[in-house]
């Protein structure tokens, strides 16, 4: 087969991903030096158009990079007023108060925002500094000198959807080539996957776990209404079927962010996310604030939750990992918008020192000392034991041992020392036969919706000319394996109904609907036979959500 000929530009630093890391990357650059050639490529049809996160922003890490931001017209206007926490049970809830959690813990200071259009806000800051940012671009591949990751390759177009061969109308994208390249790219990304398996950057670390994240935007009557609120839960509907919990943030204009997160590491085969999602919302408690509302977005992504003992190598040679695509959330905060413009920043220093010093393609052992020795480290290291104790021994010992372990952390103590994770997230699934299946109520299409109807609130769309971008390693196993093994997890685990198994026993088959992904990557995690790899779709493809 004839080599693909493509065109190559040259940059000081190729950043992938335009969310809150790679963004704080670019503007960190241009403030060390405003010569630095530096692109930031992004998949989403335009800045924020992939971005979902709870969120409440600690602004610790737009201080460091933009001290002015409040000055600047930066969409961060809601500080949090009130900070409650509840335990849910079928019919009613028990507030935990607010004195016995460590300080760390506190939204005090704290903003709720759209990371969509923090992110929308920060692209302006970085364009108006001559970053050049192009949305809509895909990146595809890696490109490689010898052991070195120089560039990726990215908006290429036109391959056929049967074969995967390039098509009569095929574009063959652009190699952009960096001195050092920054894979921003969020959880589980498809290069940081590449990247991490081909230089073994887990090797020593635990593996990283993780949740999946749900969450919708609902308008609700602005009697109810109480801006700068903030609402966490754990408890029912989930009980021992898994570990998460939900959240609920009054924003500005009488809306309020309603999420709901489940651990990935649950056993039951027969859980279904999703729904327990839309059964949360019939709780009392949340259905008397959502009552005579309405939801106006949907969306869903994988979160990073396996702390300080998961965090992989975050540089090989020539590239470094920024962000979620290094693991950096705090679990028991919900936070790690902070954590990832901090590690932006860093990795910029970094980046502009080596070049400076006429380096290039080498390790940026600075930024990974910085990361594991700075503060966004030391924010990680006082909350490692949390997540842990959830995953042995449940909600209760996390937050009895975990609350301990923080507070012992505030003085430089541990009751634990450091606990390993075990098994990774597709590893815990158990099989059907072991577990009971979980009836599930109807939507009502009130308060709760089926998943097919909610998808088109994440406004989601994909050129179905293209190849499926979510790649089974071998097409046979969802039904001679995961079918009888585990009842084929993928038609619940997945949030947005990708995936479907039609007909029963010898007339079963597997059908991908890819053009509902919401790019979550629950499938390339979960997915107990480790058989599906979600890649880039074409350039522009996937959720575009507005104000997430």
């Not at 230089?199 to 670390?205: F, I, N, P, V």
């Not at 390993?420 to 009130?446: E, M, N, Q």
């Amino acid at each position: 087969m004839t080599a693909i000929q493509r065109e190559k530009m040259d940059y000081d630093v190729v950043i992938v991903g335009a969310g809150p890391a790679g963004l704080s990357a670019a503007i960190r650059l241009k403030q060390l030096d405003p010569d630095r050639s530096v692109v930031v490529l992004e998949k989403g049809s335009e800045v924020g158009a992939h971005i979902l996160s709870g969120a409440v922003l600690d602004p610790v890490g737009l201080d460091a990079l933009l001290p002015d931001w409040r000055s600047m017209g930066a969409p961060i206007k809601t500080p949090v007023r009130e900070d409650n926490f509840y335990m849910l049970g079928p019919a009613g809830q028990i507030r935990i108060p607010n004195w016995p959690m460590p300080p760390l813990m506190s939204n005090h200071g704290n903003y709720i925002v759209s990371m969509a259009n923090v992110c929308r806000w920060m692209a302006g800051v970085a364009e108006g500094l001559g970053v050049e940012i192009f949305p809509g671009m895909a990146c595809s591949e890696l490109v490689f000198e010898g052991d070195a990751v120089v560039g990726v390759v990215a908006g290429e177009f036109g391959r056929d959807a049967e074969t995967r061969e390039p098509g009569p109308s095929y574009e063959p994208g652009m190699e952009l080539r960096g001195k050092y390249v920054f894979l921003s790219e969020g959880v589980r990304g498809s290069l940081s996957k590449q990247v991490i398996e081909k230089y073994q950057l887990s090797k020593g670390h635990c593996p990283q776990k993780f949740g999946l994240g749900m969450k919708e935007i609902w308008e609700i009557d602005p009697e109810k209404h109480r801006e700068g609120t903030v609402t966490h839960t754990m408890g029912w509907p989930l009980g021992k079927n898994a570990g998460g919990g939900s959240f609920v943030y009054h924003l500005e204009n009488n809306q309020v962010y309603v999420g709901f997160v489940v651990h990935l590491n649950y056993e039951n085969p027969h859980l279904y996310p999703y729904m327990e999602f839309q059964r949360f919302k019939h709780h009392p408690m949340v259905a008397e604030l959502l009552k005579g509302g309405k939801r106006v977005a949907y969306g869903a992504r994988a979160i990073s939750e396996g702390g300080w003992q998961s965090i992989p190598k975050m540089v090989a040679p020539g590239v470094a990992l920024l962000g979620c695509s290094a693991g950096l959330v705090n679990v028991p905060r919900i936070k790690g918008n902070h954590n990832a413009m901090l590690s932006g920043k860093a990795a910029a220093e970094a980046a502009h020192a080596a070049i400076s010093a006429g380096r290039q393609g080498d390790e940026l052992d600075t930024y990974e000392s910085e990361v594991r020795t700075g503060r966004i480290g030391k924010d990680l290291k006082k909350v490692r034991n949390v997540k842990p104790l959830w995953s042995r021994y449940g909600l209760i010992a996390s937050l009895m041992g975990g609350g301990l372990d923080m507070w012992l952390n505030t003085v430089g103590l541990t009751a634990f020392g450091t606990l390993r994770h075990k098994k990774s997230d597709a590893g815990a699934t158990g099989l059907a036969k072991d577990h009971k299946v979980i009836d599930y109520p109807k939507p009502d299409g009130k308060l709760s919706f089926d998943r097919l109807t909610n998808v088109a609130f994440s406004f989601t769309n994909h050129d179905e000319a293209q190849p499926a971008h979510l790649v089974l390693k071998d097409p046979s196993v969802p039904i001679l394996v995961n079918l009888p093994k585990y009842a084929e997890p993928a038609q619940r685990y997945c949030p947005a109904g990708v995936y479907e198994v039609l007909g029963e026993g010898a007339d079963a088959r597997f059908r991908i609907n890819f053009q509902n992904c919401v790019h979550c990557k629950t499938c390339d995690i979960k997915d107990p036979s480790q058989n599906i790899t979600w890649t880039t779709p074409m350039g522009g493809g996937g959720p575009n959500y507005p104000n997430m």
